[in-house]
Structures are given as C-alpha cells and as structure tokens.
C-alpha cells in the first residue's frame, strides 16, 4: 500500500520483482528538441534489487513545470558529456 511514513513516502513494492522500493535523490535525463537536460537529486523510488526507478505524480509534475520553463533552463548550469560514435 502506497502513502505516508514517518520517515517519508512509502513507494511500495517494485512492480518488477517485489522487494521493497528505497527513497534515493538521482538525476534524471530527458531528450527535448533534441538537447539532453539533467534534473539534479530529484527524490526516486529506487529498487535495491532491480534498479527499477518510479517518482511520486506531484514530482512529476514539479518535472514537468521545471521543464516548460525555458528561462530557467537559459540560466541553468552546464555539464560536459562524452558522446562516443
């Protein structure tokens, strides 16, 4: 059963292989108009077993709002990524 411990969110089990889901903060990529954009320590439901990954809809949504936003990602910071052929 998803919702609230005392200790944050519970996520659950994996829907992968049942062990029980661990909040970590991990980056996520995306793709759009063919730039690649990190979003940094983003609060993960992560399997210890499997590696499978969900977030929380709120934020996802948070995800969504920081990625309409083009003047924010204007000032973001940048990274270098090697891109191998």
Same mark, same amino acid.
């Given at each position: %059963?998803?919702?609230?411990?005392?200790? &944050?969110?519970?996520? $659950?089990? /994996? +829907?992968? /292989?049942?062990?029980? %889901?661990?909040?970590?903060?991990?980056?996520?990529?995306?793709?759009?108009?063919?730039?690649? *954009? #990190? #979003? +940094? $320590? #983003?609060?993960? $439901? #992560? /399997?210890?077993? /499997? &590696?499978?990954?969900?977030? =929380?809809?709120?934020?996802?949504?948070?995800?969504?709002? *920081? *990625?309409?936003?083009?003047?924010?990602?204007?000032?973001?910071? =940048?990274?270098?990524?090697?891109?191998?052929?």
């Amino acid at each position: %059963m998803l919702g609230k411990k005392k200790d &944050g969110y519970d996520y $659950g089990e /994996c +829907e992968v /292989c049942n062990s029980r %889901m661990e909040e970590r903060r991990v980056n996520h990529d995306f793709w759009i108009r063919r730039k690649l *954009l #990190v #979003v +940094e $320590g #983003v609060p993960t $439901g #992560v /399997c210890p077993n /499997c &590696g499978e990954k969900i977030v =929380r809809a709120e934020i996802g949504i948070r995800i969504w709002k *920081l *990625l309409e936003n083009s003047k924010r990602i204007a000032k973001a910071k =940048r990274i270098l990524v090697p891109a191998i052929e």
